[in-house]
């Protein structure tokens, strides 16, 4: 859940229409439209991003008129199918996955099973990766890659390259070149596969407020 206060607003005399807030823009919330940015205010998540990029400085951030609550609402959805999601992706549902806007797994589970297909969406719809918009993003290609989800960045755009090893990943012979050099990942993976196991177990995969 995030509590969006701010709103990118664009002085369009100064914008020269480069794109390049279109390309960092976490929501995809900005078109470009003859040559001119123009920001989809239902959509700005306010991560900043746009801001911070523009060569013209023609973004400021803006106080919303009114504040904005994005959430999903996770009681609303099957928690069995919540739980199977965040086991596949190694998460367990209570785990925080962004820090800037402490959106947890089981929301963003809830977000996939309420049509999200995309990071976008899920950010979208959850506030997720709004913050320092980077952290967060593998988490939730995980997600995505876990309820079946085919990943494709978006065109031209810069949110995301696609995704990283993860220690159920990382090839046997990564493993043994750096065991001996201060990696574990063994013990890293069975840590966070006792992690993520907890909640299913203690929960029984049954609604977290039953
Ligand atoms: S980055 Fe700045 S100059 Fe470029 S299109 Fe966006 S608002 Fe206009
Ligand atoms: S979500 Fe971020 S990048 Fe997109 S318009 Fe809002 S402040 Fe700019």
Redo the contacts with the bound molecule.
């Keep these: 859940m995030k509590q969006v206060t701010?709103?990118?607003k664009v002085d369009q005399d100064k914008c020269i229409g480069c794109k390049i807030?279109t390309k960092?823009?976490?929501?995809?919330?900005?078109s470009v439209v003859n040559r001119k940015a123009v920001?989809?205010e239902d959509?700005?998540?306010?991560?900043?991003?746009?801001?911070q990029r523009c060569p013209s400085h023609a973004?400021e951030?803006v106080p919303r008129e009114k504040p904005l609550k994005v959430y999903v609402d996770v009681t609303k959805f099957d928690q069995g199918k919540i739980s199977e999601i965040c086991e596949k992706a190694h998460f367990n549902p209570e785990q925080v996955l962004c820090y800037c806007t402490g959106v947890r797994a089981d929301e963003v589970a809830a977000a996939i099973l309420d049509g999200a297909k995309t990071p976008e969406a899920v950010s979208l719809m959850t506030g997720i990766r709004?913050g320092c918009?980077i952290e967060c993003v593998q988490p939730v290609l995980r997600m995505l890659e876990a309820a079946g989800c085919e990943l494709k960045p978006n065109e031209g755009g810069w949110q995301w390259y696609g995704t990283t090893a993860t220690a159920w990943t990382v090839p046997k012979e990564v493993k043994e070149k750096y065991s001996t050099r201060g990696f574990y990942f063994e013990e890293d993976r069975e840590l966070l596969d006792d992690i993520a196991k907890l909640n299913v177990e203690e929960k029984g995969g049954k609604n977290r407020d039953a």
Excluded: F, K
Excluded at 24 to 30: Q, T
């Design positions: 701010l709103l990118a807030c960092v823009c976490p929501v995809l919330s900005i920001v989809n959509d700005c998540r306010a991560c900043g991003n746009c801001e973004i951030m709004t918009t």
